[in-house]
T-cell receptor, first 114, second 114 residues
Framework: DADVTQTPRNRITKTGKRIMLECSQTKGHDRMYWYRQDPGLGLRLIYYSFDVKDINKGEISDGYSVSRQAQAKFSLSLESAIPNQTALYFC?????????????FGPGTRLLVL | AQKVTQAQTEISVVEKEDVTLDCVYETRDTTYYLFWYKQPPSGELVFLIRRNSFDEQNEISGRYSWNFQKSTSSFNFTITASQVVDSAVYFCALSEAEGNQFYFGTGTSLTVIP
């Protein structure tokens, strides 16, 4: 089984709809991240969390919110989706103590906002 | 300013040729980590290597090798005797010890032509 899973893998939604992307991990890592990938722009950080009580904004947090329900779960919400949020979204985890900040990524969620 | 620059947007090589992917980074921290990730056409992000700022030894893993030079702030990746399966987008990334974020380059798309 994959260490970092994301659901759904693909999603089509309409402008104005609220959607949630979910991430679960079995690596036992404290740190979790959400990124979006757009062609030619690489990956950009949306939010990150170093433990259940710690949530931080990344480079492009506007229009997004997150919830860290447990050490293993980190959800990303689009409260009112807009077309320019069409992208590939990645969840990642890391263990800053023992693995020198290496981030391990989920398989990604392809989101299309019409 | 970009913290990680991958100036080569796209590269095409013929199978069995060697190819080097360039990565230049910018940081004021003395402790930092550098990474390479591979994103094949299927979309997942695969961790390839991590280097910390105190270890400038070059590394070789099979057909892959990495050249870390602090003097030029570069962390280049060479694939020897390229194969079609090496076709992917390759990302270089930086993590600073004093900060909490990963900084990704915009990626280099490598196509290996049979």
């Amino acid at each position: 089984d994959a260490d970092v899973t994301q659901t759904p893998r693909n999603r089509i939604t309409k402008t104005g709809k609220r959607i949630m992307l979910e991430c679960s991990q079995t690596k036992g890592h404290d740190r979790m991240y959400w990124y979006r990938q757009d062609p030619g722009l690489g990956l950009r950080l949306i939010y990150y969390s170093f433990d259940v009580k710690d949530i931080n904004k990344g480079e492009i947090s506007d229009g997004y919110s997150v919830s860290r329900q447990a050490q293993a779960k980190f959800s990303l919400s689009l409260e009112s989706a807009i077309p320019n949020q069409t992208a590939l979204y990645f969840c990642a985890t890391s263990d800053g103590w023992t693995d020198q900040e290496t981030q391990y990524f989920g398989p990604g969620t392809r989101l299309l906002v019409l | 300013a970009q913290k990680v620059t991958q100036a080569q947007t796209e590269i095409s090589v013929v199978e069995k040729e060697d190819v080097t992917l360039d990565c230049v980074y910018e940081t004021r921290d003395t402790t930092y980590y550098l990474f390479w990730y591979k994103q094949p056409p299927s979309g997942e992000l695969v961790f390839l290597i991590r280097r910390n700022s105190f270890d400038e030894q070059n590394e070789i893993s099979g057909r892959y090798s990495w050249n870390f030079q602090k003097s030029t702030s570069s962390f280049n990746f060479t694939i020897t005797a390229s194969q079609v399966v090496d076709s992917a987008v390759y990302f270089c990334a930086l993590s600073e010890a004093e900060g909490n974020q990963f900084y990704f380059g915009t990626g280099t798309s490598l196509t290996v032509i049979p």
